[in-house]
């Protein structure tokens, strides 16, 4: 039997939705369908282990081929199935964990797809070829698939390559002060008590040189620039106030940096669209960047109420926004990425933080 949570089964609920409703739509900032837009499907493609899946929609059947026309179904199938499967995932209890629907799982035995999650070498989830009315080009969109019903998915999961050293500078600390630090359960509390011994943090470099050289790649200044943001998110403790947005807004006021933003006040905002644009496209910290967008052309988002919208790489300046006002930073688990803690290191003493950064939704 297959089982998955909320999050898995939406892969499945995704195709289906699809080719019921048979038509892509754009989403804007605040996860509505852009009004009077949307792109007809011309055919879907769903990647299996060792083969590929096309479903091409023509008239009210759906033609599944493997290589080679195999069979119709007509799309009232999948009108009944995309309802139950989301009607299942939609009453599942939260916090369940894994579950089953052998309905959907029989209907999609149907078509031989035997698994939740597609697999493929270009880390697409689902693969769209839609007409573009403005252009008259039929456009092949490889998407990920990013699901509301479940727990929000991180876009920059942490790892030892994104931890970021900085020197305590001010006074070197006791061994009292450096204890207290560490026994603070906040990160709040931990940067209060450092600026009240009269110390705080110089940021002093990424500690993997691939990453450094990654974040280079979106601006030469860029570490500087998340390390001021990590700064200021491990200081803050009121949660609302932890988005991408806010503390870039904060960041342009202060313009550590210097740009001229008399002549261009969104350069901050600009610089951290491209760095989370380029991430959800396929930059890795421990990887090295070439720009490679193969990977993933967007996101296709499973709303809560059980509708598809998309932000794509081909709608830019939608999918630059949406990443932008719909992510968060966190505090991945110190225990595994060793940060937090005063330590010293050739006579001086550091602390490293560590960058994380969800969906909010």
Known sequence: MLTGNKGEWSEPYALLKLLADGKLYLGDENFNKVKGIFYPIIKVLRHEKERSVEFSIQDKLIVVSDSKPLFKIPIVQFIKNAKTCFDKIKTAKKGKGSFEIPEIEKFLASFSITTLKAKSKLKNDITIQVTDPNTFLSPTLGFSIKSQMGKPSTLLNASGATNFTFIIKGRALTKVEINQIKNAKKFSNKLKLLNSFGASLEFEKVDNEVFQSNLQTIDYNFDKILSEMLVLYYANNVVSENTVKKFIESITTRNTIGYNLKINS???????????????????????????????????????????????????????????????????????????DVYEEMGKQKMKLNLQIRFIK
């Not at 890795?284 to 490679?292: G, I, L, M, P, S």
């Not at 598809?308 to 990443?323: R, V």
């Open 266 to 340: 969104s350069m901050y905002e600009m610089i951290m669209k491209k760095f989370l644009t380029d991430y959800a496209l396929g930059m890795r910290a421990a990887e090295v960047w070439k720009r490679n967008y193969q990977a993933t052309g967007g996101y296709l988002i499973v709303k809560e109420d059980g509708e598809l919208i998309c932000y794509h790489f081909y709608f830019a300046k939608k999918f630059e926004d949406y990443l932008f006002n719909n992510t968060k930073l966190e505090t991945p688990d110190p225990d595994k990425h060793k940060f937090g």
